[in-house]
């Protein structure tokens, strides 16, 4: 019999190969077998483009697919025409008899409808297998479906005894606090989610690029909110390099972004998250300030921060935020340590970067 969890394992690392291309779509990997032999394997790469169980049977072969193959994915098949046909025909047009999935899609669309076609079929489907980890890979997609919100992920840098700068400060310039091969990693981390979010005092002081560069990966569209209008038009984030959407109180003509009026009464934490969750972006990864940041956590609005911490003495500046009731996992970064905070107890090799 397959070793249904080692296969399953194979199918979230081909997924995660769409980590910086995938969304909106989830991640997907896709595996068949024949009695615990590798025969083909494929991934989701980008939307739009042929699902991961498409590419694994597209890796297979036109012939005939074994009658005792199992092929593995880790999200249940769509069974409606979206961008590409439906998985589950496929499956069945391809004659493969078993399908073991890590769990169901609870994007409406799907949400059992793939399953109850594969077994009306005569399909054998299994449910369940490694779905932690499953859960835990597609945590992004699978938020924005259920919460009607992106995942949110904030992160930041202070120093070892808890400032995010040092004051006074000098130029408008970022002050780096982190170790060299910490600020690839994050770079990284950016590159897997679909928005960044600051507000306008980190514009002000930081006048911050907020892309990828120091890694291979499509940069996030560019968030700010700046309700009373003073960040400088010169800015970075302004510079059209990547797509920047602006939350502000009037039209600023002289900047060529897309503009959002904020109303006297709006909340703009709220605003923010509902337009997004409007235009699919799963993900929103807030490196604001002190302020930006404080508010997300008073309201307990956050899925998951990322803190590293330098060890670098400032001695004054802008205290960093604090946390209560959230799960820590601590990892090293060169001379650099990085807290990870959760609400959720999550799959303890999942936290490696």
């Given at each position: 019999?397959?070793?249904?969890a080692?296969?399953?394992q194979?199918?979230l690392?081909?997924?995660?190969?769409?980590?910086?291309?995938?969304?909106?779509?989830?991640?997907?990997?896709?595996?068949?077998?024949?009695?615990?032999?590798?025969?083909?394997?494929?991934?989701?790469?980008?939307?739009?483009?042929?699902?991961a169980?498409?590419n694994c049977?597209?890796?297979?072969?036109?012939?005939p697919?074994?009658?005792?193959?199992v092929?593995?994915?880790?999200?249940?098949?769509?069974?409606?025409?979206?961008r590409?046909p439906?998985?589950?025909?496929?499956?069945?047009?391809?004659?493969?008899?078993?399908?073991?999935?890590?769990?169901?899609?609870?994007?409406?669309?799907?949400?059992?409808?793939g399953?109850?076609?594969?077994?009306?079929?005569?399909?054998?489907?299994?449910?369940?297998?490694?779905?932690?980890h499953?859960?835990?890979?597609?945590?992004?997609?699978?938020?924005?479906?259920?919460?009607?919100?992106?995942?949110?992920?904030?992160?930041?840098?202070?120093?070892?005894?808890?400032?995010?700068?040092?004051?006074?400060?000098?130029?408008?310039?970022?002050?780096?606090?982190?170790?060299?091969?910490?600020?690839?990693?994050?770079?990284?981390?950016r590159?897997?989610?679909?928005?960044?979010?600051?507000?306008?005092?980190?514009?002000?002081?930081?006048?911050?690029?907020?892309?990828v560069?120091?890694?291979?990966?499509?940069?996030?569209?560019?968030?700010?909110?700046?309700?009373?209008?003073?960040?400088?038009?010169?800015?970075?984030?302004?510079d059209?390099?990547?797509?920047?959407?602006?939350?502000?109180?009037?039209?600023?003509p002289?900047?060529s972004?897309e503009?959002?009026?904020?109303?006297?009464?709006?909340?703009?934490?709220?605003?923010?998250?509902?337009?997004?969750?409007?235009?699919?972006?799963?993900?929103?990864?807030?490196?604001?300030?002190?302020?930006?940041?404080?508010?997300?956590?008073?309201?307990?609005?956050?899925?998951?921060?990322r803190?590293?911490?330098?060890p670098?003495?400032?001695?004054?500046?802008?205290?960093?935020?604090?946390?209560?009731?959230?799960?820590?996992?601590?990892?090293a970064?060169?001379?650099?340590k990085?807290?990870?905070?959760?609400?959720?107890q999550?799959p303890?090799?999942?936290?490696?970067?």
């Open positions: 019999m397959p070793d249904h080692h296969w399953m194979r199918c690392q081909l997924a995660r190969m769409g980590a910086s291309s995938a969304a909106p779509n989830p991640m997907v990997g896709a595996v068949l077998v024949q009695e615990d032999r590798l025969l083909a394997e494929g991934w989701h790469h980008r939307a739009g483009e042929p699902h169980e498409v049977l597209l890796a297979f072969g036109d012939g697919v074994p009658s005792n193959a092929l593995y994915v880790n999200l249940e098949p769509c069974n409606h025409h979206g590409t439906p998985c589950t025909e496929l499956i069945i047009d391809r004659g493969v008899n078993q399908v073991v999935i890590a769990h169901a899609d609870p994007f409406p669309a799907v949400s059992g409808q399953i109850e076609r594969l077994r009306s079929a005569g399909v054998s489907v299994t449910v369940g297998v490694e779905e932690a499953a859960r835990w890979t597609n945590r992004r997609f699978l938020t924005s479906v259920e919460k009607a919100r992106p995942y949110i992920v904030l992160k930041w840098a202070q120093s070892g005894d808890g400032f995010l700068d040092r004051h006074p400060r000098g130029e408008r310039v970022v002050q780096r606090i982190s170790d060299p091969a910490t600020d690839v990693l994050v770079h990284r981390w590159g897997e989610e679909q928005a960044i979010l600051v507000g306008s005092r980190t514009v002000i002081n930081d006048d911050p690029r907020l892309n560069r120091h890694v291979e990966g499509r940069s996030p569209m560019r968030v700010v909110i700046d309700r009373g209008c003073r960040t400088p038009a010169g800015s970075h984030v302004f059209g390099t990547t797509p920047t959407l602006l939350f502000t109180s009037r039209v600023r002289e900047l972004v503009q959002l009026i904020l109303g006297q009464s709006d909340d703009p934490i709220d605003k923010v998250l509902t337009e997004l969750h409007l235009r699919s972006i799963r993900s929103l990864l807030v490196e604001g300030g002190a302020e930006l940041l404080g508010h997300f956590i008073k309201r307990d609005l956050w899925d998951e921060a803190v590293i911490i330098a670098v003495r400032y001695m004054a500046g802008t205290p960093a935020p604090l946390f209560n009731n959230a799960s820590v996992r601590t990892l970064s060169g001379p650099d990085i807290d990870f905070h959760t609400h959720q999550t303890a090799e999942e936290w490696s970067w």
